[in-house]
């Protein structure tokens, strides 16, 4: 899980987006249309961050379709303080 975290949170341009979607399915589990909202992101780039995510299983999806909320894997919870250390390194 360590080396998929630094992967998909610093291999691309996309990973400070990531880390705060990250947050905020930690803080409560949310469907697409509320992170966009919450977060100020387009509609589409959210899904296309949770799809990554959830393809590398760092998130997982409950629910179907528009409704579906996400939520961190067991794995990412374990994890967790690597995550906030490499969002540390990150420009959020």
Excluded at 22 to 27: F, G, S
Excluded at 57 to 67: A, L, P, Q, S
């Amino acid at each position: 899980m360590e080396a998929v975290l630094w992967y998909v949170l610093t291999g691309t341009r996309g990973g400070p987006n990531r880390v705060r979607i990250l947050r905020a399915v930690d803080e409560r589990p949310r469907n697409a249309n509320q992170l966009a909202e919450t977060l100020e992101l387009d509609y589409s780039t959210v899904r296309h961050h949770l799809d990554v995510l959830r393809n590398h299983g760092i998130i997982k999806k409950t629910g179907d379709n528009y409704g579906a909320v996400y939520s961190p894997t067991e794995g990412a919870e374990r994890n967790w303080d690597l995550i906030e250390e490499i969002a540390e390194e990150l420009p959020l």
